[in-house]
């Protein structure tokens, strides 16, 4: 891993958490924190444990389309690793990518394919993530709730520039073939080819896939929720608000910080207060959530700890 990048990700995180700390007292966030119903937070943890499991259950899947059978226990524990680098790098990006080379090493398996692998599945999960995105608006339009966000103007001839631009780039790549020249590169993407060819061929297991990324993006959208049930002292008009907890975990999820930290932060005091969450609340309930988030990744540290140890 890039040591300035992950240098950078740090500076980021602690500027983003200093713009949200000079909004909100610190003091008034440590006295909503004390006044928090644990309970609420044991379901966040449970329900962040499933999701986390979930994932291994559709990695499973996507590895045994390509023919890699391998023990269901050890595909899930290596999904805990995912979870861990997750957390304290730099998103999935990175984490899907030391999963695989600490798997491979474990297993004594191809990193290519497994990297392959990680790859089609965020992509199927991705393609989940997008019909659960949809699934949200639709309710929210159906229901004919008010989004109180004002969405910036921009010139329309600054997106089509950029649209041009990048696909300019992507024509140019394809032309004259750039990345094919670069040997490690165009064993990844002909490895990827293959499995997504596989994949194709077996519809079925590529729906479960997608629905299995669905369902994993409501429970992951839900932990914040369930933190943020935890330090409310009053209600809130929750189905409104059911956009606002998808978008919070995916600009999380954004490889520019560690972990997300600072921006689930900054997201939630601007997104959460929009309904009148008010600003110690929603600081407060994202650091919880920070909070379950580091507990499960102490959980996949061991449990790399200890296959070190073993192998």
């Not at 610190?26 to 119903?37: P, R, S």
């Not at 729906?207 to 839900?222: A, E, R, T, W």
Request: charged letters at 15%; hydrophobic letters at 55%.
């Amino acid at each position: 891993m890039n040591k300035k990048r992950i240098a950078l990700s740090i500076l980021f995180s602690a500027i983003f958490l200093f713009i949200v700390f000079s909004q909100v007292p610190f003091k008034e966030v440590m006295d909503v924190l004390k006044m928090a119903d644990f309970s609420w937070l044991i379901i966040a943890v449970a329900v962040l444990a499933a999701t986390i499991t979930l994932t291994g259950i559709r990695w499973d899947q996507v590895l045994q389309s390509l023919h890699l059978r391998l023990p269901f226990q050890q595909v899930i524990r290596a999904t805990w690793y995912g979870h861990f680098f997750n957390t304290i790098l730099l998103g999935p990006a990175a984490g899907d990518v030391l999963k695989s080379t600490l798997f491979a090493k474990e297993r004594k398996l191809s990193l290519t394919e497994l990297l392959s692998a990680s790859w089609l599945d965020r992509l199927l999960a991705g393609i989940g993530s997008v019909i659960f995105g949809i699934l949200v608006i639709v309710f929210t339009l159906a229901t004919k709730q008010n989004i109180p966000l004002e969405i910036p103007k921009t010139n329309p001839w600054l997106f089509i520039g950029i649209v041009s631009l990048i696909l300019i780039l992507f024509l140019t790549v394809k032309r004259y073939k750039f990345l094919d020249k670069i040997k490690i590169i165009k064993k990844l993407k002909d490895s990827f080819v293959k499995a997504a060819t596989k994949m194709y061929n077996a519809p079925r297991k590529a729906i479960f896939v997608i629905l299995l990324g669905c369902l994993g993006q409501i429970l992951l959208s839900s932990v914040l929720a369930w933190t943020l049930a935890s330090v409310l002292q009053t209600n809130l008009p929750w189905m409104q608000m059911l956009w606002v907890f998808p978008v919070i975990a995916m600009l999380s999820t954004l490889p520019i910080s560690i972990g997300g930290v600072g921006i689930r932060e900054g997201s939630s005091l601007i997104l959460l207060g929009t309904y009148g969450v008010s600003k110690p609340d929603a600081v407060a309930a994202s650091l919880l959530c920070l909070c379950v988030y580091w507990l499960l990744a102490a959980i996949g540290g061991i449990l790399i700890l200890v296959g070190n140890k073993n192998s």
